[in-house]
């Protein structure tokens, strides 16, 4: 670990460094030790901020992310997407979270409609993590899975701190047929391109024009950045996708995301890119106050014009979102109809009228888009209940 270095502003990224007792010790509070200055860092026996008791501020949610916590988490890592309900069309996806809060602020973030955390908080167990995913994989040794990592964090905004994907690669050698998915809107990859890997690692960046990056995405890394980082992570043998992730209606739409197109499809060929996923701007209803309250009203979020749908999220309506689809997809097929393009948190009304394909359809990916990884997992969770209760 010391042999590996870190972003240059990451030393001044938080006003306070808060590490829990029974965290300490832990690899990731040592180099937390070594990279802040020892004035921002502090002991702590518990959470340093009381919980609100429902959402946040707008200034509690600010100040939280100038504000690291390192504690160990009493949960289980290893779970499904919560993306996973009825009215959507699912992908089988598994996540582990290794954290909550993101160091970025996207005007659009979901995690304002429901996160109450006071800091931004990493775990530092992170080989509880790694045994849960050994026991599942002892129990379902053929059984083919993918698992993200950036459900409530961004995978590899602070990995230059924790360096978790290195331990997460390293992992993922014992289970070749398992797939692991870093998401991203930062560039920080040199931190694990070293590691030695079995092919079955995605990185994977949310795009969006530049435009919108200056204009909804404050601290995230630019788009060429993102594009530069993906193509080491190709240099290095790993798997790319990208996802249009949310498409936002703003005037002059057409030309910016004709823009990323042209880069992308510039920059990558089909074959080195797994699979490209469009979802369009969708917000939980509790969440638009809050974003109101801290971007005001020039954010092109808080100025939509939004209807709730069948799932409970705010969306555009079912037109705008295909003329959106459409387009993004009409523009890659342009250059080239060998991109695997397909929608991502989406109505089947959506799917059924784009031209997107199924996931089940892309080469590369459909073999992990079936029912029997969830049938499995929900016996695993069960048996781990039922262990639990004996264990009382």
């Keep these: 670990m010391e042999k590996i ?196 690692i995605i990185v994977s960046w949310s795009l969006n024009p530049q435009h919108l990056i200056d204009h909804e995405e404050p601290d995230t890394a630019p788009l060429a950045e993102r594009l530069a980082a993906a193509r080491k992570c190709r240099a290095a043998g790993h798997h790319l996708t990208f996802h249009f992730d949310p498409l936002i209606y703003h005037e002059g739409w057409q030309d910016h995301y004709r823009q990323v197109v042209a880069e992308v499809t510039s920059q990558f060929a089909p074959h080195e890119v797994l699979s490209i996923s469009l979802g369009a701007l969708r917000f939980q209803p509790e969440q638009r106050h809050l974003m109101r309250e801290r971007f005001g009203m020039k954010s092109y979020v808080t100025q939509a014009e939004t209807f709730r749908s069948a799932d409970g999220k705010h969306r555009y309506d079912l037109d705008l979102r295909r003329e959106m689809f459409d387009f993004v997809l009409s523009e890659f097929r342009r250059h080239s109809e060998d991109w695997n393009l397909l929608l991502c948190m989406e109505t089947r009304e959506a799917w059924m009228g784009a031209l997107a394909a199924m996931p089940k359809s892309v080469p590369g990916l459909g073999e992990y888009f079936n029912g029997q990884a969830l049938t499995a997992f929900r016996e695993h969770q069960k048996q781990n209940y039922n262990e639990q209760g004996r264990n009382r």
């Design 5 to 200: 270095g870190w972003h240059p502003d990451l030393p001044t990224k938080f006003d306070r460094v808060y590490i829990e007792d029974k965290s300490w010790n832990s690899p990731v509070a040592e180099r937390a030790r070594r990279i802040f200055p020892a004035e921002r860092i502090e002991r702590v026996k518990r959470q340093p901020f009381p919980e609100p008791g429902n959402q946040l501020s707008a200034a509690e949610y600010n100040r939280s992310k100038r504000h690291l916590y390192l504690c160990e988490y009493q949960g289980r890592f290893f779970k499904r997407c919560p993306g996973a309900r009825p009215g959507l069309a699912c992908c089988n996806y598994f996540v582990l979270n290794l954290g909550l809060g993101c160091d970025m602020n996207c005007t659009y973030c979901y995690l304002q409609s429901f996160l109450n955390t006071p800091v931004l908080t990493i775990y530092s167990n992170l080989p509880q993590a790694l045994e849960e995913m050994r026991e599942f994989l002892l129990e379902q040794p053929e059984l083919k899975i993918r698992i993200g990592t950036g459900e409530t964090v961004d995978s590899l905004s602070l990995d230059d701190l924790t360096l978790y994907s290195r331990e997460l690669i390293a992992f993922f050698r014992q289970a070749p047929h398992w797939r692991l998915e870093l998401k991203t809107k930062s560039a920080k990859v040199d931190q694990f391109l070293d590691v030695e890997h079995a092919g079955n």
